[in-house]
């Protein structure tokens, strides 16, 4: 009965408590439209012109419509506060420490995901708005020591298996919103502002699904439908032998 929905793979740790309150919401919307419907169908038999030729400018007297409306009101404020609530509450009251976790900044452009890593020394290196360019997307400042180790990629997310992701969001001109189905994350990114948000992968990536995609969930312009990413789980030791290939290779550049 559950996959009635077809909801995407889930791929994440927290995955399945938004699951189950998205079924549940439909389970409820369910018995509302069957409820309304049959009491719809009850007043278009009980109310026909055949049994009430004279238009009745009292109406109704049963108090039975009220107490459903208070009904359905209680089951809706149930949903919010039962399951929507305590699980965004959850999510937002902890974060993983960043010693704990994989940290990622991901700079968000029409129509690209600029992924920005703090290398070996695990600080971010400074970026300037005057050395952006299409080579450097970031204006990262590689005279900066934080900088020098500091690796990037575009619309490529790589990172490891069971472990917390705290990923930065911002944006260098309007609106984007950071979608990963499979991770049930869909975040919007403000431009001047820098938000967070985190999951833990618990599946790595396959022959038969080689990466996940990372999706811009909101119209930011004609080339919105180009705004596409991936992202690669992986283990860990797989992910530390990518970040030494993309370090080495760093090395050789400059």
Known sequence: MKD???????????????????????????????????YFIFTIIKFRKKNNPN????????????YLVF?????????LIGFSIPLWAERVGNFPKEKDAT??????????????YPGADGVFGKSKIELVTSDNPLGLDRTDESAKDDITTINQLNLP??????IYLSSKDVIHSFGLPVMRVKQDVIPGQVIPVWFT??????????????????????GHYRMRGYMTIQSKEDFDSWMKTEAEYLAASY
């Not at 793979?9 to 049959?38: C, P």
């Not at 009904?71 to 949903?79: L, S």
């Open 4 to 38: 009635f929905l077809n909801l995407p793979l889930n791929a994440s740790a927290h995955g399945s408590s938004i699951d189950s309150m998205i079924y549940s919401m439909h389970y409820m919307m369910l018995v509302l439209f069957f409820g309304w419907s049959i």
């Open 55 to 66: 238009a009745s400018y009292v109406g109704a007297k049963t108090k039975i419509p009220l």
């Open 71 to 79: 009904v359905v009101a209680g089951i809706e404020a149930f949903d």
């Open 103 to 116: 940290v990622v900044r991901v700079v968000a452009e029409q129509f690209a995901w600029n992924i920005h």
């Open 161 to 166: 298996v069971d472990k917390p992701a705290l």
């Open 201 to 222: 992968p618990t599946l790595k990536n396959n022959e038969a699904t080689p990466n996940y995609e990372i999706a811009c969930a909101q119209l930011c312009g004609l």
